[in-house]
Nanobody, 114 residues
Framework: QVQVVESGGGLVQAGGSLRLSCAAS????????MGWYRQAPGKQREWVAT???????QYADSVKGRFTGSRDSAKNTVYLQMNNLKPEDTAVYYC????????WGQGTQVTVSS
């Protein structure tokens, strides 16, 4: 059974940092392309970053230069380091195994106060 579990969300002041983690199990992690998404209240879910199994990382323009994705194959985990957070980054952040298959985590809340 494939599982995707996010952690690391919380409340932070504008300009602060958080690191999200996403642990995947039940799948050959080295084969996965992973993604981070977010959904703010009243808005559609949007793509944040993609981390391929080869280590290529792409970012949405809204987070480029502030967020950094990484993966640790020994821990079957991907991370999203978020720096210089802004109130508009407030959202539920989701991790996704884009392929193989399509699996989502339950999300973790990130709240940035002004």
């Amino acid at each position: 059974q494939v599982q995707v579990v996010e952690s690391g969300g919380g409340l932070v002041q504008a300009g602060g940092s958080l690191r999200l983690s996403c642990a995947a199990s039940g799948i050959i992690f080295s084969m996965t392309t992973m993604g981070w998404y977010r959904q703010a209240p009243g808005k559609q879910r949007e793509w944040v970053a993609t981390i391929t199994n080869g280590g290529t990382i792409q970012y949405a323009d809204s987070v480029k230069g502030r967020f950094t994705g990484s993966r640790d194959s020994a821990k079957n985990t991907v991370y999203l380091q978020m720096n210089n957070l802004k109130p508009e980054d407030t959202a539920v952040y989701y991790c996704r195994i884009i392929r193989p298959g399509d699996y989502w985590g339950q999300g973790t809340q990130v709240t940035v106060s002004s």
